[in-house]
């Protein structure tokens, strides 16, 4: 299947790519041994290697004998932003507050992308099948979900396989502000008691963060 910045970011065969690219975020990997590891032909995996690069998910180590690669932090915040965007309209309400919650002082991007790393490299050493916009959407969502409902319950276990990707104990006033925003997102805007019931919730941590 040919590759490119579009497909690459939701097609199964590069995110097993990805897995290999995160295994060791300081010392990067090299494109023949992903190609080894995945028994696939270097050339495939050059090319979904190139169209990371294109939608900057990944930038080159520094130079040695052979060219490495390592994680872009800041092109992953980035497309972790454009997914969440292109789930919604541009003139809808939800766009507007998620726009808004990105620019809040609070939310620094630093927190977000940080975090990011750090679920991204737990999500693929778990997660043997997946696709890049998967993991950063619909997964993203159910983890933090779960993570913020684990953190307000003593009551609440983590069930039998499923693994807690967000690595956080506490969870900070922002993170509990992004995950709101982010359900609501999710929300069908025609649904207008849920997304009067998402507004409230948001409003009140947005409150609550302020005081």
Known sequence: MPYDKNNVLV???P???LRKLVEDLEEGSYATEIAQE????????????NNFREAGLIQKGKRTKAQY????????LDIFISFWEEEIEKDSLQYQV?????????????NLRSLLVLYVRAYCHHEESSTIKKM?????LEDLDRTIRLSESEELELPDGVRDHIPTSEIPIWLKQLHAVLEL???PSNLEW????????????KEEMEE
């Open 136 to 140: 950063l959407v619909e997964d993203f």
């Open 69 to 76: 690669y390592i994680l872009d932090n800041d092109g992953l």
């Open 194 to 205: 849920n997304l009067e019931k998402a507004l409230r919730r948001y409003n009140e941590i």
């Open 11 to 13: 097609s199964e065969r």
């Open 98 to 110: 998620l726009i808004e919650l990105l620019e809040e002082p609070i939310i620094e991007k630093s």
């Open 15 to 17: 995110y097993q790519v």
């Open 38 to 49: 995945l028994e696939s032909n270097q050339q495939n995996i050059s090319e979904i290697i």
């Open 185 to 187: 997102v999710k929300l």
